[in-house]
């Protein structure tokens, strides 16, 4: 049973950064992890993955600010969010799929595909 904990979010001002990290146990090195987002009235939509090899992918909205990490010794998976904007204000979540190559669609890691959710932590980015 793979479970995952997100930890990190905040308020911050725009400009401003922050690290989400989430950690995960139960799962296999064949697994692909990813980052989501869900604003209020929104679909929830992948932001960034990494494959079980390390490939990673990146929201278009995103490229260039965020990063995603991963511990494999410590099972914490990571965002680095930089130069935050209003727009990013969201739930965050992080998610597994039990392949090493995440299921994407458009080029990103679809949350249908998602076997594993964590409970969310909240990113509000202020004006």
């Known amino acids: 049973q793979v479970q995952l904990v997100e930890s990190g979010g905040g308020s911050v001002q725009a400009g401003g950064s922050l690290r989400l990290s989430c950690e995960v146990s139960?799962?296999?090195?064949?697994?692909?992890m990813g980052w989501f987002r869900q604003a209020l009235g929104q679909e929830r939509e992948g932001v960034a993955d990494i494959d079980a090899d390390g490939a990673t992918r990146y929201a278009n909205s995103v490229k260039g600010r965020f990063t995603i990490s991963k511990d494999s010794a410590k099972n914490i998976l990571y965002l680095e969010m930089n130069a935050l904007k209003p727009e990013d204000t969201a739930m965050y979540y992080c998610?597994?799929?039990?392949?090493?190559?995440?299921?994407?669609?458009?080029?990103?890691?679809?949350?249908?595909?998602?076997?594993?959710w964590g409970r969310g932590t909240q990113v509000t980015v202020s004006s």
């Open positions: 998610g597994t799929e039990s392949a090493p190559s995440c299921t994407r669609v458009r080029g990103l890691f679809h949350s249908a595909y998602v076997e594993n």
């Open positions: 139960g799962y296999t090195r064949s697994t692909c």
